[in-house]
């Protein structure tokens, strides 16, 4: 059994993706069901949740997501108490500016959009938390809410299932992560794109 806190938990068209960390490796995690599936909308998993879990890790992984498992079982579980404290305690986290997130691999497109590709490496992984070094403010795009900063306009689409708040305060711990890889037409090239997933106050 693996100790496991779960950390967030994203909005998909066929079911959710649950974030997780494995308290025994130090290692972010991506909760898929035992048949490589994503989990459904009423997955029992819910944020700050303290579980006993065994999983395998998924064969044939695409970097930069390396973090899917296949959950075997579950069992025991708790709820974290002061959840963002025991994150700033076991997580690592990075503190500077938008460029720097993902091992500055980022890119942002000319409507300030984030996202790596392979023209600019791959980070080692798709997901990480991140104190927020300027505040964040909620706009919209299309109905759909975006997070964007103060300084250059970048912004990044919420994906959580939490209701969105109007400001993610300065020095607020955040969680980011790297959608799927994605490219709007065939000859173009392939990005995988940052998106905002939670936060933790």
């Known amino acids: 059994m693996s100790r496991i806190v779960i950390t967030s938990k994203t909005r998909m068209s066929n079911g959710c993706c649950v974030g997780a960390f494995d308290i025994d490796t130090r290692q972010y995690l991506r909760l898929l069901q035992a048949n490589g599936s994503n989990q459904p909308a009423n ?35 708790r709820t974290v108490q002061d959840f963002k404290q025991f994150l700033l305690t076991y997580a690592p986290f990075y503190q500077g500016p938008v460029h720097g997130l993902f091992q500055g691999r980022i890119n942002f497109t000319n409507a300030g959009g984030g996202y790596i590709s392979h023209q600019n490496g791959l980070p080692t992984n798709s997901v990480g938390f991140w104190a927020t070094p300027t505040d964040l403010q909620l706009s919209t795009n299309n109905g759909k809410p975006r997070y964007v900063t103060p300084f250059g306009f970048q912004s990044f689409p919420y994906v959580g299932y939490e209701p969105p708040i109007q400001t993610i305060a300065r ?31």
Request: hydrophobic share 40%; glycine share 4%.
């Open 43 to 77: 997955c029992p998993y819910q944020i700050g949740q303290y579980w006993d879990m065994t999983y395998v890790p998924r064969q044939n992984l695409t970097p930069p997501h390396v973090e899917d498992v296949l959950v075997n079982s579950i069992d025991n579980c």
């Open 171 to 201: 020095g607020t711990l955040v969680r980011v992560s790297l959608a799927r890889w994605w490219a709007p037409a065939e000859d173009a090239e392939m990005r995988c794109y940052v998106q905002l997933s939670g936060w933790y106050i």
